[in-house]
């Protein structure tokens, strides 16, 4: 991987900042685009722009062909079957609602059992809060080892319970930088007919996913986290499901036929993709994708785990830091959530930033996990491929400094 050369792709990452080029970790939040990604953008709207399948004139058809077009790139990149199981959204958050209120709320009752993780981000737990609230269904909770922050052996036996009807976890913590391991879990679900979601907004952006060797009956992602324009996200759903679930959203372009009292819907995808569709965020999936794919997933997790490993040995000199989740950079998917004694995460955030590095602070939307492991609040780094050794370096010397600047020993 020519690091340089993919950075030059990112003229956002040469911003000067305290005197250098900024230091980017916040990729677990948003991840800067690539000038090919823009670039196809710009071409889009300058030479096609138009109302996907409303039209006969040349735009309305080029827009219609960029639409569908970029469909099949998104179906290879996930392996579906077809397209008509890949819905577009407008993130993550977008897909997780419609599962939960077009499948959830229509084939759950009391007595049934939603089943998540502690580590969920609030898109994946908020929702079925309310699938829960509406329906009478209990939620439960798979824990994770407050050290380790893997699951709970004897937890992960609540799978196995037939009330479970839903399943729904992320394959990648945003917080624990785990990946847990999808696919003897979504076997045990389905040996007793549950249906599992899966939360993708922190795989796909750096492993392979193929949706039908991982057998999962829905995937979540965005693509603004894996070099994409924001506002575009992607829900993959089994077919024989979707085809058995309410549209989510009513409008144009998702009907078939329309009279006065009722309406016959139109086929998937259509069928979830009510309004005018975000046809330049489509066409920037599609670049991102092929982009992304370039460089190829090998040489990501490479260039991911050179990171992670410097990181997580740089800070185990510091002391004070205590790292969330697992030390073993092997167990980190490009992210280290971490805090400092005595120093709210918000100040060593904004120490950094005078310095010109950007990490994320807070909870990061994960607001019950922090409260199980007794915290109120973390830091992150959160890496991408073009992030490099030396910022790692100069993190690691800045972070150094943040208990003596407030006024602390060491
Ligand atoms: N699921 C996980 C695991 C996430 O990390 C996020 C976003 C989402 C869902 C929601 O994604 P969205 O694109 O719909 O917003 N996570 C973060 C984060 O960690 N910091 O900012 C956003």
Known sequence: MNLEAIRNDFPILKTQCAGRDVVYFDNAATTQKPLPVLQAAFEYST???????????????AASEAYDGSKETVRRF?????????????NTTESLNLVARSYGETHLKQGDKILITIAEHHSDLVTWQRVAHKTGAALEYIYVDKETGHFLPEDLKKIDDPAVKIFAFA???NVLGIHFDPKPLIERAHAHGAVVVLDGAQSAPHRKVDVQDLDCDFFAFSGHKMCAADGIGVLYGREELLNDMEPFLLGGDMIDLVEEQETRFAELPAKFEAGTQYVEGAVSLEAAIRYVEAIGFDAIREQEQKLVRRTLEGMQQIPHIRIIGPKDPAEKEGLVAFTVKDVHPHDVAQILSAEGICI????????????YLGINASCRASFYFYNTEEEVDYFLEKLKGVRPMMGYGD
């Open 47 to 61: 030479h096609s722009n138009g109302n996907p399948h409303r039209g006969a004139h040349i735009f309305a058809i």
């Open 78 to 90: 996930l392996n579906a079957r077809s397209t008509r199981e890949i819905i577009y959204t407008r």
């Open 171 to 173: 394959e990648v913590s």
């Open 360 to 371: 994320r602070t807070g909870h990061h939307c994960a607001e019950p996990l922090h409260r």
